[in-house]
T-cell receptor, first 116, second 114 residues
Framework: AQTVTQSQPEMSVQEAETVTLSCTYD???????LFWYKQPPSRQMILVIR??????QNATENRFSVNFQKAAKSFSLKISDSQLGDAAMYFC?????????????FGKGTHLIIQP | SQTIHQWPATLVQPVGSPLSLECTVE??????LYWYRQAAGRGLQLLFY??????ISSEVPQNLSASRPQDRQFILSSKKLLLSDSGFYLC?????????????FGEGSWLTVV
């Protein structure tokens, strides 16, 4: 079974600085997708960024980027120029590829605090 | 564009009462649909998923059931709620052959069983 591990229950960063959230996963599949979701106090799960395992290039979405190390099964999220609105729980998630109906396997989350 | 809605947003129910949470997706057809639960201080757990009308797969045995009476409608139910059913419930969807296999979530429903 696939597992996703987020080893940082909580992280704190000063506004405008950069922070990196860690995630490791375990799978025997070769076709899969990795995601970071943000859950603000409203509790809605919002997609931050997506990475296809077959792509070597790291995904980037504005201030958010990932460091995808496939051999090490590591998938960290870097947030640059942190803003107060980035404060939230961040979940790393894995999904097997193949176009099936498999759901997401989530890590336990990292609570990100932005210090003004 | 595709949207997903679920309701009610908040629900307080006594132990032993029934439950019905509803979710609908707009702007797409034949989506895969999911119900997740997030208990206090814990991660998300997949409860049910559906690939089509009347097709329900359960990931964990529990006091809950799901139904899909229409293509874009997904319902989470219980005949008799338990205290342990309290939590935050999220409906989600993705296209059957979606780009990047991304799963998108609704706004969520808070259930408190008292």
């Amino acid at each position: 079974a696939q597992t996703v591990t987020q080893s940082q229950p909580e992280m704190s960063v000063q506004e405008a600085e950069t922070v990196t959230l860690s995630c490791t996963y375990d799978t025997s599949e070769s076709d899969y997708y990795l995601f970071w979701y943000k859950q603000p106090p409203s509790r809605q799960m919002i997609l931050v960024i997506r990475q296809e395992a077959y792509k070597q290039q790291n995904a980037t979405e504005n201030r958010f980027s990932v460091n995808f190390q496939k051999a090490a099964k590591s998938f960290s999220l870097k947030i640059s120029d942190s803003q107060l609105g980035d404060a939230a729980m961040y979940f790393c998630a894995y999904r097997r590829g193949g176009g099936g109906a498999d759901g997401l396997t989530f890590g336990k989350g990292t609570h990100l605090i932005i210090q003004p | 564009s595709q949207t997903i809605h679920q309701w009610p947003a908040t629900l307080v129910q006594p132990v032993g009462s029934p439950l019905s949470l509803e979710c609908t997706v707009e702007g797409t057809s034949n989506p895969n649909l999911y119900w997740y639960r997030q208990a206090a201080g814990r991660g998300l757990q997949l409860l049910f998923y559906s690939v089509g009308i009347g097709q329900i797969s359960s990931e964990v045995p529990q006091n809950l059931s799901a139904s899909r009476p229409q293509d874009r409608q997904f319902i989470l139910s219980s005949k008799k709620l338990l205290l342990s059913d309290s939590g935050f419930y999220l409906c989600a969807w993705n296209p059957p052959r979606g780009v990047g296999n991304t799963i998108y979530f609704g706004e969520g429903s808070w259930l408190t069983v008292v």
